[in-house]
């Protein structure tokens, strides 16, 4: 009778080791899943802002391109670095294979099939990630 008693013990007692070691696993687990999402969250967190600085950037490039101003030009410059040191960067499109992951399309004109020939509004990625897609003038090719 303590024999069984005993055997019943022990394997209770390996059941709530096991058991121990999967919460403790689980657990794990969980904090290593709460720490990326936390990165992931921190990375992208500031997208919808820097997409609305985007549109000062956009603005202050026009002014540079026009006024030739040294100040809006130091201006424009200093502005790029700040976006650059958040990890934004320009899509390059101007000559390259049109891209809809990172690109759109707004206008067919006469050039080589499916190459980006202008660029209508310049696109960013924020960490490798498409912040504000490429406005792009695409070849059609030739017509037949």
């Given amino acids: 009778m ?7 013990t022990e394997k209770k007692l390996e059941d709530l080791e096991n058991r121990l070691k999967r919460a403790l696993a689980d657990y794990a687990n969980l904090e290593k899943r709460i ?13 919808q ?9 956009d603005d202050l490039e026009l002014c540079e391109e026009h006024l030739k101003n040294k100040g ?13 040191s958040e990890r934004v960067e320009e899509i390059k499109a101007l000559g390259e294979n049109f891209d809809p992951e990172t690109m759109d399309a707004v206008e067919i004109i006469p050039g080589p099939k499916n190459k980006v020939m202008g660029v ?13 897609p490429a406005k792009v003038k695409v070849g059609q090719g030739k017509k037949k």
Wanted: aromatic share 10%.
């Fill in 35 to 47: 720490a990326r999402e936390k990165q992931e969250f921190v990375k992208f967190s500031n997208a």
């Fill in 2 to 8: 303590k024999r069984k008693k005993v055997k019943k």
């Fill in 120 to 132: 209508v509004l310049k696109g960013y990625f924020l960490n490798d990630k498409v912040l504000r």
């Fill in 49 to 57: 802002l820097l997409d609305k600085l985007l549109l000062v950037l």
């Fill in 72 to 84: 809006v030009t130091m201006v424009y410059n200093r502005f790029q670095g700040v976006l650059k």
